[in-house]
């Protein structure tokens, strides 16, 4: 590594990479939400490798082997899903809420078919960092007095079968095409007096990005405009000091007229003073 490779700009691969890792440190509570927030924004504003490697710097605890960010340019993926269909049992095939809650959510395996259960409860399936284990696969969901949440991220087809009595199942996201390659999944099941609701949302990275980006442009915006009224404003200064020195080139030359008619009187009183002089 060279003196000068902290000095390198970074890309989105290398803060992606770096985000991860602090996705895995708040999972195993290295870091608590403020933390990972606070370091989360810092990572899409890093600029170049030396304002990221700081950022993970004392991640994990000490005895564990740190990760370390790769400062050697790699090839990006194609930003397929394939990278996410893994194949395999899964994680975790069902969940149970009797009068309580649980959660799916962060780094998991969704397995081909996932069965959850809430009873006077309520529990949330989070699919948009999770791996798949199949290209299409089911969430079987029965609420009784209860209601189950399943977020999806864009780009993932989302077809619902699902039976309500006294209850009912969100259908806002079916229809939706999902992306090439992208998972299909479908949400199955049985709602009495209770529901079972779809959404697709962005993970909080990708909604902290978005909210840089939209600063950056914002920024962007102000600075174009401030550019826009710097060149008016030298324009209409530019304008107004020829306008002025025109002026003043126009009171000069009426000034030098009216002093050459002046001296052509002078001198013609003079000549007519000397012509009488002689003549008399």
Request: aromatic share 4%.
């Given at each position: 590594?060279?003196?000068?490779?902290?000095?390198?700009?970074?890309?989105?691969?290398?803060?992606?990479?770096?985000?991860?890792?602090?996705?895995?440190?708040?999972?195993?509570?290295?870091?608590?939400?403020?933390?990972?927030?606070?370091?989360?924004?810092?990572?899409?504003?890093?600029?170049?490798?030396?304002?990221?490697?700081?950022?993970?710097?004392?991640?994990?605890?000490?005895?564990?082997?740190?990760?370390?960010?790769?400062?050697?340019?790699?090839?990006?993926?194609?930003?397929s899903w394939a990278g996410r269909i893994v194949g395999g049992e899964g994680s975790s095939p069902w969940a149970v809420a009797v009068m309580s809650g649980f959660q799916r959510r962060g780094r998991w395996t969704m397995p081909k078919r996932f069965n959850c259960f809430a009873f006077w409860g309520g529990g949330e399936i989070?699919?948009?960092?999770?791996?798949?284990?199949?290209?299409?696969?089911?969430?079987?969901?029965?609420?009784?007095?209860?209601?189950?949440?399943?977020?999806?991220?864009?780009?993932?087809?989302?077809?619902?079968?699902?039976?309500?009595?006294?209850?009912?199942?969100?259908?806002?996201?079916?229809?939706?095409?999902?992306?090439?390659?992208?998972?299909?999944?479908?949400?199955?099941?049985?709602?009495?007096?209770?529901?079972?609701?779809?959404?697709?949302?962005?993970?909080?990275?990708?909604?902290?990005?978005?909210?840089?980006?939209?600063?950056?442009?914002?920024?962007?915006?102000?600075?174009?405009?401030?550019?826009?009224?710097?060149?008016?404003?030298?324009?209409?200064?530019?304008?107004?000091?020829?306008?002025?020195?025109?002026?003043?080139?126009?009171?000069?030359?009426?000034?030098?007229?009216?002093?050459?008619?002046?001296?052509?009187?002078?001198?013609?009183?003079?000549?007519?003073?000397?012509?009488?002089?002689?003549?008399?």
């Open positions: 590594m060279t003196d000068d490779a902290p000095e390198l700009r970074a890309s989105d691969a290398d803060r992606e990479r770096v985000a991860e890792v602090l996705r895995d440190a708040v999972a195993e509570g290295r870091l608590d939400m403020e933390e990972f927030e606070e370091r989360l924004e810092a990572t899409y504003k890093a600029r170049t490798y030396g304002e990221l490697a700081p950022i993970t710097r004392d991640l994990p605890s000490a005895g564990v082997a740190p990760p370390t960010i790769s400062l050697i340019k790699e090839p990006e993926g194609d930003g989070d699919l948009r960092e999770a791996n798949f284990a199949d290209r299409e696969v089911e969430i079987n969901c029965v609420a009784i007095m209860g209601g189950l949440n399943v977020i999806v991220p864009p780009g993932v087809e989302v077809v619902v079968r699902g039976i309500g009595v006294m209850g009912g199942f969100d259908h806002s996201q079916a229809g939706v095409p999902g992306d090439p390659g992208a998972p299909r999944v479908i949400v199955s099941g049985f709602a009495f007096w209770g529901g079972v609701g779809v959404e697709r949302k962005v993970t909080r990275a990708e909604r902290l990005r978005l909210k840089e980006e939209r600063r950056q442009e914002k920024l962007d915006r102000k600075a174009a405009l401030r550019d826009l009224h710097s060149t008016f404003r030298d324009e209409v200064e530019g304008a107004h000091r020829k306008m002025l020195d025109s002026h003043r080139d126009l009171r000069r030359a009426h000034h030098e007229e009216r002093r050459e008619a002046q001296r052509e009187r002078r001198d013609a009183r003079r000549e007519e003073r000397h012509r009488r002089r002689y003549e008399d």
